[in-house]
């Protein structure tokens, strides 16, 4: 299983001058994969709560400080020359697709074909507020983004008519390092986002979740695979693993091996929400690759 850490991106995080230290050092001790979210605000009074957590704490704190994830991922392609680049995940539905396709081909060429794309829609309403999207629509607008960037990656000339985007017949110059484009992974939790997984993607971007949860989610997507002609032995598993404050290598190392031991093809540990420095996210990610390789 590959074994991948999050960026320095959020919270006490969020240090620019840390970024292309922190891919560097990573990637030296050995890390197969670097990982950003996305989140464009926090709201005073949220129209959401974020998963398990109660009104009076309706998401992590530090949330509150959140760079660019585009950005973070640049930074690091130029400091690295190995490690892969994922999202888990991209908010596909706020982007135009067009100009979305044109900073994934681009950091697709500034990384040399190291890029994983991770796309999902969000949880929070007052996010799609802000970037003008609609929160109603947001499964039609990720199956519509998802069919103009396999055109712009897969044909000389594009164009695209559809419910939300217009694209004129264009030439398309900017192409890919990786042939057809860099792989897309999907992520969501329900039955619907895991169909979708099956129907459209390379895989999934999921997360740890209570014993038995990911198991039948997973059997949706190979279903859903078979049902479109599609090997659903081909498909890929990513997971997302969040420890809380204080988490110690060793629970930490537990918690993905038993993510290895379910058969994903990778995980990654965000450390962000458990020490306060990027430094000491390093330092504890690295104990954690040690005790898993031993």
């Not at 999921?206 to 078979?226: F, I, K, T, Y």
Request: a negative charge; proline letters at 9%; hydrophobic letters at 40%.
């Amino acid at each position: 299983m590959e074994i991948g850490i999050a960026l320095p991106q959020y919270g006490t995080h969020a240090r620019a001058d840390r970024i292309a230290g922190f891919a560097r050092d990573a990637e030296e001790a050995g890390f197969d994969s670097f990982w950003v979210g996305d989140r464009v605000l926090t709201p005073v009074a949220p129209s959401d709560l974020y998963p398990g957590h109660p009104p009076e704490d309706p998401y992590p704190h530090q949330y509150k400080t959140f760079l660019d994830p585009l950005t973070v991922l640049t930074v690091a392609a130029g400091a690295t020359s190995r490690a892969r680049l994922g999202m888990s995940t991209l908010n596909g539905p706020w982007y135009p697709p067009a100009l979305l396709a044109r900073s994934l081909t681009s950091l697709d060429q500034v990384s040399g074909g190291r890029l994983d794309v991770g796309l999902g829609i969000g949880w929070l309403r007052d996010e799609y507020t802000a970037v003008g999207a609609d929160f109603r629509k947001r499964g039609a607008l990720l199956d519509e983004l998802l069919d103009v960037l396999h055109g712009i990656w897969t044909q000389e000339e594009f164009g695209h008519r559809g419910p939300h985007w217009t694209i004129p017949v264009a030439h398309v110059g900017l192409r890919p390092v990786q042939p057809a484009g860099p792989p897309v992974y999907l992520g969501g939790f329900s039955p619907a986002a895991l169909r979708r997984v099956g129907r459209r993607a390379t895989g999934w971007v999921g997360a740890v979740l209570p014993p038995g949860a990911a198991e039948g989610l997973w059997d949706v997507a190979r279903r859903a695979a078979e049902e479109a002609g599609r090997d659903p032995e081909a498909l890929r598993r990513r997971i997302r693993c969040n420890p809380g404050p204080g988490a110690t290598a060793d629970a930490i190392a537990a918690l993905l091996e038993g993510v290895r031991a379910t058969g994903a093809d990778g995980c990654f540990v965000d450390l962000q929400q458990s020490v306060d420095s990027p430094d000491e996210a390093l330092e504890l990610g690295v104990k954690v690759l040690g005790l898993l390789r031993g």
